[in-house]
Nanobody, 122 residues
Framework: QVQLVESGGGLVQAGGSLRLSCAASGRAFSSYAVGWFRQAPGKEREFVAA???????LYADSVKGRFTLSRDNAKNIAILQMDSLKPEDTAVYYCAARRGVGYSRQSEYDNWGQGTQVTVSS
């Protein structure tokens, strides 16, 4: 098990950038895949990006080319760099982790952070 804490959310204008961090406690972080999900008001939580294992890095079509997910295993963190933000990116962003390969399905993850709010104004 790992404990996850997200940070870096905030308010930004459309076209701007934000950098979200997911800090993990516990051992063997490198053996975990990390996923980012988001939930907008009134909508279901959806997949954003995942990294880890043989599948490399996955992105939702809606963020491909604008968001970049990376990780630093020595520091136990995963970074979601969000550029060219749009108002429709407004949501609570959650970091999740699972042992092994990264997937886009939420049900595959058994460790979750508390979420961080991202608001993009038009």
């Amino acid at each position: 098990q790992v404990q996850l804490v997200e940070s870096g959310g905030g308010l930004v204008q459309a076209g701007g950038s934000l950098r979200l961090s997911c800090a993990a406690s516990g051992r063997a972080f490198s053996s975990y895949a990390v996923g980012w999900f988001r939930q907008a008001p009134g909508k279901e939580r959806e997949f954003v990006a995942a990294i880890g294992g043989s599948r490399g890095t996955l992105y939702a079509d809606s963020v491909k080319g604008r968001f970049t997910l990376s990780r630093d295993n020595a520091k136990n963190i995963a970074i979601l760099q969000m550029d060219s933000l749009k108002p429709e990116d407004t949501a609570v962003y959650y970091c999740a982790a699972r042992r092994g390969v990264g997937y886009s399905r939420q049900s595959e993850y058994d460790n979750w952070g508390q979420g961080t709010q991202v608001t993009v104004s038009s």
